[in-house]
């Protein structure tokens, strides 16, 4: 266990560019969890990190581009679905520092994913080239290194970032040991200490947070809720990825996937398709403290926060942080799973 400064200068030393507004705030939501009948529940505004509308990837990018300009890389290729907030935010950081990017995304809800809408419009506003496919996660990496040597080949030097290279997620993982920083210094200020923190999460931003909880001694217990259920066993991946950033960093803390708590259980019918519960959390947080939740993952995390009190597993002796890691511009494009029939009930036309 070490103190925060010594941790921060542990992180300094890693290579970073300048793209977030950090820190972001901390802000309780006491409407909401009064309407909930729940515990006090603070909001950890990663949603307001600045770049192209926010989220959690700007503050892994201020560490992951500065690796890429290092390599001496033009070109940044990187994929997921049509929707990805990630791939939105890669753009956008991109630019700042001056790379093109390229993008192979791949459709998750078939040819609703064809509208110009949402993130999609965003990345191409920005200038990404983009390449949308029908395939599976597998194909897709193959489709981004083969577009690699296409680029290759016309003298561009291609660096490519996730979907495709998921070995080594060390920048990524630090930013959210530094995120954690933040949380525990602004409990602090505020006089409060977390019971638990919920976030949205299969792999690195879970990780870094884990490694930030375990080396600062702080008891708040981290509940990550899983967007999707892909094949890989999420505790795992979180497991090592922090053991890797432990050992980057030279803290001394171990991982095991039983040390880490991620479910699940509140996937539903799968990756990019909200759930009848997160939906209504989309609105009740809309219409309690004007904040919107994204459609993929917020949404799902925050429906498991509501469950949670519901069985009792949270109580009103509770203290929760949750964090935001945001993807709101999705909600553009998914304005048929939000419920229009409902929606349009709060809709006049004067016809005059």
């Known amino acids: 266990m070490i103190g925060i400064e010594k941790l921060r200068k542990k992180i300094a030393a890693f290579p970073r560019e300048k793209l977030a507004n950090l820190p972001t705030p901390l802000q309780e939501v006491p409407r909401f969890s009064q309407a909930l009948g729940g515990p006090r529940i603070f909001i950890k505004r990663d949603d307001l990190t600045g770049l192209a509308f926010g989220g959690n990837k700007t503050r892994m990018f201020e560490f992951l581009l500065a690796r890429v300009r290092n390599e001496g890389a033009d070109t940044v290729i990187g994929g997921a679905g049509v929707q990805s907030n990630y791939c939105r935010q890669l753009t956008a950081a991109c630019n700042v520092i001056g790379f093109e990017t390229h993008l192979v995304l791949r459709r998750i809800r078939g040819v609703k994913d064809n509208t110009v809408q949402g993130n999609l419009l965003l990345d191409l506003l920005a200038g990404a080239h983009v390449h949308i496919i029908d395939a599976d996660a597998e194909t897709q990496s193959k489709e981004i290194y083969a577009l690699a040597e296409e680029l290759k080949k016309k003298g561009k030097k291609p660096f490519v970032v996730r979907l495709a290279a998921q070995d080594d997620l060390t920048p990524d993982v630090v930013s959210y040991v530094n995120c954690f920083c933040e ?9 409060i200490q977390p019971t638990y923190l919920y976030v949205s999460s299969y792999d690195s931003t879970q990780a870094g947070l884990e490694v930030g909880r375990e080396v600062l001694g702080n008891p708040v217990k981290i509940r990550g ?102 993807g709101t511009p999705a909600l553009f494009a998914y304005a048929e799973e939000l419920g ?12 005059r």
Request: charged residues 20%.
């Open 183 to 191: 949380i525990q210094e602004q409990c602090d200020a505020l006089g």
């Open 225 to 326: 809720i899983a967007p999707a259920a892909w094949e890989s066993d999420a505790a795992g991946l979180i497991a090592r990825y922090a053991n890797q950033v432990a050992g980057a960093l030279k803290v001394p803390c171990a991982f095991t996937p039983e040390k880490v708590y991620n479910t699940k259980a509140y996937v539903g019918e799968g990756y990019g398709i909200p759930t009848p519960e997160a939906v209504e959390m989309i609105k009740l947080m809309a219409r309690t403290e004007g904040i919107f939740l994204d459609p993929v993952y917020t949404c799902k995390a925050m429906a498991a926060v509501a469950d949670h009190i519901k069985k009792s597993e949270l109580t009103a002796s509770d203290t929760v942080i949750f964090l935001h890691t945001g």
């Open 340 to 351: 229009t029939g409902e929606l349009n009930e709060h809709l006049a036309f004067d016809d």
